[in-house]
């Protein structure tokens, strides 16, 4: 195993890339409340500058992983030990916008790796379930298995596993990841996501609005709350490294369901709620090439992964939480 740079000089001085998006509008202020004595610079690209508390909690810097001069000064100016890499077209939209989704996710992920590789900084990019492919088992994904996606977005995450793999075995550079599942907030609204109906279809049933479905009945895919994989993130930057034999990327998971499962579990909360499905059939295409579910026995052993939320629990919270956002 190649020597890294360790515990001492981690996670005291982070750059987030992709501050402003889903995960990292809310990681960002995650790490700046619960990482003592960090300095977490909220990383943007022009036209998505941070706002409000995400502006005003802590430094936020110009961090566009294509520009890797740029990138570098940002890393000396505020000393850099770890970089959360989350600048990504998300699978719908980079199907659409394929060599753009290529140049972010991958030429900007070698320059953060090389940056990296200078300056002795440890790097998190996600995976995800798009990773896999129609010839990937259907269920319970084992943490190691074939991974032949049909979709650019997993071409990219399946060579970012690869690549962030390759920099930690070649030069030592403290690589880790986990393979997200679609990810359900009330915060921020997702962008251009195969999963993001099951986000939008909570905002449609407390404003009491119909929900047009693009995911056709019976798909099942796995989902996961988002403060549980916050928690993932952040738990697995601060794994002891001796344990770590997968590294890029971990499955985790929390539920599976399918469309009519989770419109069944609002309207307990939300009996009103009306459905009507007009499937996308890009969306679809890249659903069913998915698993139903991921298999997180690694994950658990390697470095204590557990999910806190379960459906009930997160749709709970979920519907609280809009009623207030939304003055429903």
Not at 106 to 130: D, Q, Y
Not at 280 to 308: F, H, L, V, Y
């Amino acid at each position: 195993m190649p020597h890294i740079q360790y515990l001492d000089t981690r996670m005291k001085n982070i750059l987030v890339i992709g501050s402003t998006g889903q995960i990292g509008s809310e990681l960002t202020l995650k790490l700046r409340r619960e990482v003592p004595g960090s300095t977490v610079v909220a990383g943007y690209i022009p036209g998505a500058e941070p706002h409000g508390e995400l502006l005003e909690s802590g430094p936020s810097a110009i961090a566009d992983v294509r520009n890797a001069g740029t990138l570098a000064s940002v890393v000396d100016k505020y000393k850099i030990d770890t970089v959360i890499n989350l600048a990504a077209l998300l699978s719908a939209i980079a199907e659409r916008k394929p060599l753009m989704a290529w140049d972010i996710q991958m030429n900007g992920l070698l320059n953060i790796l090389e940056i990296a590789r200078e300056k002795g900084c440890a790097v998190f990019t996600p995976s995800s379930i798009g990773s896999f492919g129609p010839e990937t088992p259907r269920k319970d994904v084992p943490q190691d298995t074939i991974q032949r996606p049909r979709s650019m977005y997993g071409v990219t995450k399946v060579a970012t596993e690869l690549l962030s793999d390759y920099y930690f075995h070649k030069f030592g550079v403290d690589t880790r990841s986990v393979r997200f599942p679609g990810l359900i907030s009330y915060t921020t609204l997702p962008g251009g996501g195969t999963t993001d109906y099951a986000v939008e279809v909570y905002y449609s049933a407390v404003k009491g609005e119909e929900f047009v479905c693009p995911i056709a009945a019976g798909t099942y895919m796995d989902m996961m709350y988002m403060p549980d994989a916050l928690d993932a993130v952040m738990k697995l930057m601060q794994a002891d490294p001796s344990r770590l034999v997968h590294r890029n990327a971990f499955n985790i998971a929390s539920m599976s369901f399918e469309p009519e499962t989770l419109f069944a579990k609002i309207r307990e909360y939300i009996p009103g709620l009306k459905v009507r499905y007009e499937v996308d059939p890009i969306r679809q295409a890249i659903a069913t090439s998915w698993p139903d579910n991921m298999d997180d026995t690694c994950a658990r052993e390697e470095w204590g992964w557990k999910p806190t939320y379960n459906l009930d629990t997160m749709t709970r919270d979920m519907v609280e939480h809009l009623r207030i956002k939304l003055g429903k």
